[in-house]
Every structure is written in structure tokens, then in C-alpha cells.
């Protein structure tokens, strides 16, 4: 494992404990907001917009490359019994690529909208004016990680290929090379 594979991971774990915080999060204001409607007839009326634009967006976007590390994304496993030739390595190496284009168009959009709106100072309207920027940064950053994350397992997997190999996931981040037939 390289020095950049270790760091990355490292921002990897420090972006699920934020996950885990916001998860922990959302189901505290969630509790405080039944008790608060139910009990005593005054609900939280900025839960919603705390949740659905903050928290919600911070745990979907800052988990996504440590996922995709895991192995914990959806794969379409028909081509299963390819798994070891050289064309399912060709194959993923090309969905690799599409994905880092893909994500790349994301951040992209992320950075351009997060910072137009700060720029703009634009707000929500509601009981509080939450400042609009902040889930895109959010999406920003899980993204550009992601993004990392992907473009080494990318590297990882043409340099396999390269030298007549072949990487195979078992589960994660615990990959290990077979021969390619």
C-alpha cells in the first residue's frame, strides 16, 4: 500500500466518523422534533431544512469513497464467470475510466454551484436562513475523494493488467492479483 493509498484511507475513516456524527445527528433532531411536536405542540420548524439540505447530503456524499473502497457499491455481476480474462480487466479499466469522467463532471458542477453561491450569499428562506453552499461542498469533497479513490484503483488495476495479471476484489479493499487466461 502506497503512501497516498494509506493517506487517502485515512481521509476515508475521518469522513465516515463525520458520517457516522451526521447519522447520529439526524436521529437526535428527529427524537427532539416528535417529542417537542407531540408532547408540547411546537415542533422544530428547522428540522427539515437542517436535515434534507445539511445532514443528509453530508452522509450520502462522505461516505461515497469509502464504499466504493469497501466494495459496497451495487455491481452487476453478469459477467461473473469473465472475471479472470483479459476482457472483464479491459472492461473494468474502461468503466473505471467512465466513472472518473463521470465524477469529474460532478465536482465540476459541485465547485462551480457551491461557490456561486457563497459568492451570492444565497440563503434559504424559512425560519432560519441557512447559507445554500455548504451541502455542495459537501458533494465536493466525497466526490474529489471519490474521485482519488477510483483513480487508484484505476492505476492499480492497468498496472495488473500490464504485467499479464489481473486484480480481483474480494469484498474491499483486500484485492489480490490472479492470472489473466
Not at 416528535?34 to 411546537?42: E, K, L, P
Not at 443528509?56 to 469473465?82: N, S
Amino acid at each position: 500500500m502506497t503512501k497516498l493509498d494509506r493517506l487517502t484511507e485515512a481521509v476515508e475513516k475521518a469522513f465516515v466518523c463525520i458520517t457516522g456524527a451526521g447519522l447520529l445527528a439526524i436521529m437526535l433532531v428527529i427524537v427532539v422534533d416528535v417529542v417537542m411536536r407531540y408532547f408540547f405542540s411546537a415542533p422544530l420548524s428547522w428540522s427539515y431544512d437542517l436535515i434534507g439540505m445539511y445532514l443528509v447530503t453530508l452522509v450520502f456524499f462522505l461516505a461515497l469513497a469509502d464504499t466504493f473502497r469497501r466494495g459496497g457499491h451495487i455491481r452487476v455481476d453478469l459477467f461473473e464467470k469473465l472475471r479472470k480474462t483479459r476482457f472483464f480487466a479491459v472492461a473494468e479499466i474502461f468503466g473505471l475510466c467512465a466513472s472518473l469522467l463521470f465524477f469529474a463532471l460532478i465536482l465540476d458542477q459541485a465547485v462551480t454551484t457551491a461557490l456561486e453561491a457563497f459568492l451570492a450569499g444565497d440563503v434559504l428562506d424559512g425560519a432560519i436562513p441557512w447559507p445554500t453552499w455548504p451541502p455542495y461542498l459537501f458533494a465536493a469533497l466525497g466526490v474529489a475523494l471519490l474521485i482519488l479513490r477510483v483513480a487508484l484503483n484505476l492505476i492499480r488495476r492497468f498496472v495488473a493488467l500490464s504485467s499479464g495479471q489481473a486484480y480481483e476484489q474480494e469484498g474491499g479493499n483486500h484485492l489480490h492479483m490472479e492470472h489473466v487466461e
